[in-house]
């Protein structure tokens, strides 16, 4: 656990395993635990418990990935590129018939009942073009839209570098599933064989999230209706009232299966130059333990790190669990907030929207929302998990107009499964 930025941040550990721990053919029959016809070393299986089970965090970084910290390195600064587009561009971007799950997003999702402007979204498939079947794509327009891609002569390189990257977290998610499987069949009877495995190597449903948070300023400003497409705030407008712990995206449980995240880069958004690091050591992402106390992820630069959805707490009965968790924005000084902005990149690997929610025979419902946890801040899964033949589609449906009444809080709405 680190602590040297700040005395007042609880900071959660995350566990690190090697790429290597999860390649194929990588353990010895001596260290190993047996399901079918893969292995898991035991080092592996112990650390997944730790990081993903119902005291862990909800997430695992794995580091020597191949490729991704070049890959990163390369495509994460274009965000800042992105959105200086001129907002005809932008616009062009918009595909208001996947409800904005495609192309260029801004102060379409909300906040409470207001627009969100805290930050733009690039949503893109990085497996296919166009996934499913025409039939698919006419019956769920929004699990199954099509790229809409910047023209090359505005981004060069942009579609490439971008397919590159979600390609290499779509893989991570893929190896790391094999292995999830062994630690759900070590403790659940009666686990299917290569069950997560199989879904999310053969999914087209997979979708990249190229995020950029603008830098913070007063809620009014985010609620004019007039601020520009590109974010741009007026020179004069000083950053303020950020101490909200969930400022720059609300508590919330990832819905799905897998996010495989890239981790996250500061710029100078006037500039778009690469900062060392967040000029607030408080900004980021947090989590709630079991415990009820807040605490701060910090994901190491080079490492991919997968973060656990409800779907996967229902299908491997409780197995592993889905944490709830926020990004909190930058809040001092005041002249670096104004200035600073975020980049990341989650990448959600998932099933089908027709995928039907059940838990495994051998375990009960009420197994699989007791392994869990909402910390009082996101909408208990009891709510939005109605019973044992509801669809993935149905049940994200559920959750995102669960979310949006939600005690009246602020939360974000992100239609982005």
Not at 73 to 84: E, G, I, S, T
Request: glycine share 6%.
């Amino acid at each position: 656990m680190t602590s040297t930025e700040t005395d007042d941040i609880q900071y959660a550990s995350i566990l690190v395993l090697d790429w290597s721990d999860l390649a194929p053919g990588s353990v010895t029959p001596d260290s190993a635990v047996n399901h079918g016809n893969n292995s898991t070393s035991t080092h592996v299986l112990e650390t997944l418990e730790k990081a993903l089970g119902a005291n862990g965090t909800g997430l695992i970084a794995i580091r020597n990935v191949p490729g991704f910290v070049e890959a990163k390195q390369a495509f994460l600064p274009r965000a800042h590129d992105l959105v200086q587009l001129p907002s005809s561009q932008l616009l062009a971007l918009e595909d208001p018939v996947s409800l904005y799950n495609a192309g260029w997003s801004h102060g379409k999702e909300r906040m409470g009942d207001t627009p969100d402007f805290a930050k733009g979204s690039y949503y893109y498939n990085p497996v296919t073009d166009c996934p499913g079947s025409a039939a698919d794509r006419q019956a769920y327009p929004v699990s199954y839209p099509c790229n809409v891609w910047p023209a090359e002569a505005s981004l060069p390189h942009f579609q490439t570098q971008a397919n590159t990257m979600g390609a290499i977290l779509k893989d991570t998610v893929v190896a790391l599933a094999r292995h999830i499987d062994q630690l759900a069949a070590q403790k659940v009877p009666d686990y299917p064989q290569d069950f997560l495995y199989t879904h999310m190597q053969a999914t087209e449903k997979v979708k990249a999230r190229l995020l950029y948070y603008f830098p913070l300023t007063v809620t009014d400003v985010q609620r004019d209706g007039n601020r520009p497409s590109n974010g741009t705030l007026p020179a004069e407008t000083p950053a303020q009232n950020m101490s909200r712990e969930d400022s720059w995206i609300g508590w919330h449980n990832d819905s799905g299966f897998f996010t495989a995240l890239a981790g996250d880069l500061y710029v100078d958004h006037e500039t778009g130059q690469v900062l060392d690091q967040s000029p607030d050591p408080a900004a980021g992402l947090y989590v709630i333990h079991r415990s009820g106390q807040t605490q701060k992820v910090n994901i190491p630069p080079d490492c991919v790190a997968v973060q656990m959805g409800e779907c996967l707490q229902i299908v491997t009965g409780g197995a592993v669990t889905a944490t709830p968790h926020c990004v909190r924005g930058v809040s001092k000084p005041a002249s670096a907030a104004a200035r600073t902005a975020r980049i990341a990149l989650p990448v959600f690997v998932d099933v089908p929207p027709t995928f039907v929610l059940q838990p495994p025979a051998a375990r009960s419902r009420a197994q699989v929302l007791e392994a869990g946890h909402d910390g009082g801040k996101v909408p208990p899964l009891a709510q939005r998990w109605k019973s044992d033949d509801q669809t993935f589609g149905d049940f994200l449906q559920t959750t995102f107009s669960t979310y949006y009444n939600w005690s009246n809080q602020t939360m974000t709405v992100d239609a982005s499964q």
